[in-house]
C-alpha cells in the first residue's frame, strides 16, 4: 500500500514482501531506500538489520539507508 505518494511508503515489515512483489511486476530492478537509524549516530541497529534483510528476502536489488539528520564529525 503506497500512502499518499507514488513511491512512498511506510515501513510496515509484513508488507514489505508484498510491496516489492508489487513494484516487481513493472520494473526491471528494486531499489529500497529507507530513512532509518538513531539520530546523531552511525552505529547499525538490529532493526534496520531486520528490515534490510526482509526487504532483500523479498528479492529487492539494492537496499540503500540514509539518516541525515545528524552530523557526525
Not at 546523531?40 to 538490529?46: E, G, L, V
Not at 528479492?59 to 539518516?67: E, R, T
Request: aromatic content about 6%; overall charge negative; glycine content about 8%.
Amino acid at each position: 500500500e503506497v500512502n499518499c505518494q507514488a513511491g512512498i511508503s511506510h515501513v510496515d515489515e509484513g508488507k514489505i514482501a508484498d510491496e516489492i512483489a508489487n513494484a516487481r511486476s513493472s520494473a526491471d530492478v528494486i531499489v529500497v531506500q529507507f530513512h532509518w537509524g538513531d539520530e546523531y549516530t552511525t552505529s547499525i541497529t538490529s532493526n534496520q538489520r531486520a528490515l534490510a534483510k526482509a526487504a532483500i528476502d523479498a528479492g529487492a536489488d539494492l537496499i540503500i539507508g540514509n539518516h541525515p539528520h545528524g552530523y557526525n564529525p
